[in-house]
């Protein structure tokens, strides 16, 4: 797999063949950060976010934060204290390149690149998985389904009448 967005100081600098098998075959989106620019990205980030790789080779310094969801910002900046040796995980509203709001999952750490300060980011897309949820259908019977845009669609479209129910304390289903 070729190097997707890559600086080219950084091909000499990490042991770069482990680091970019890695980061190259990762399902996460990987980004280095460095000084408000953006240092590196793989493929996956490129498919989270639905740019270009030519559009993040251009972005300017601080350009990089057009990813998260303006009211989500000033909260993602406060929990962003990395301190060295401790990996920072926050949930945020991502935008996509289209405008699509998507629910990230962030996992930042502390390194050296190039031998100053840089900032080590993953990305997990939250879209599509699971979130388990209590269905109660008109019959008064509980059924318990793994929640999903597309099993709501599929309900929708059969006019099952259903209410999903956030809360619920455990109970036998008769």
Not at 19 to 39: D, T
Not at 81 to 109: A, L, M, S
Not at 129 to 156: E, G, N
Request: hydrophobic share 40%.
């Amino acid at each position: 797999m070729a190097n997707v967005g890559i600086d080219k100081k950084f091909s000499t600098l990490l042991s770069s063949e482990q680091f970019l098998h890695f980061a190259n075959n990762s399902m996460m989106g990987v980004v280095i950060i460095q000084r408000g620019y953006l240092k590196y990205f793989n493929q996956q980030f490129i498919d989270i976010f639905g740019y270009s790789k030519n559009e993040l080779e251009k972005w300017e310094k601080g350009e990089f934060y057009k990813i998260v969801h303006p009211n989500d910002l000033p909260d993602l900046l406060k929990r962003l204290k990395v301190e060295d040796e401790k990996t920072v995980i926050v949930k945020f509203r991502g935008i996509r390149k289209d405008k699509r709001v998507i629910v990230i999952e962030n996992y930042i750490c502390y390194i050296k690149y190039n031998g100053m300060a840089a900032y080590l980011s993953s990305y997990a897309s939250l879209e599509g998985s699971y979130i388990p949820k209590t269905v109660k259908l008109t019959t008064r019977r509980l059924l318990r389904l793994d929640y999903d845009t597309q099993i709501i669609k599929l309900l929708k479209e059969n006019n099952i009448n259903f209410t999903v129910i956030e809360k619920l304390s455990y109970r036998e289903v008769a």
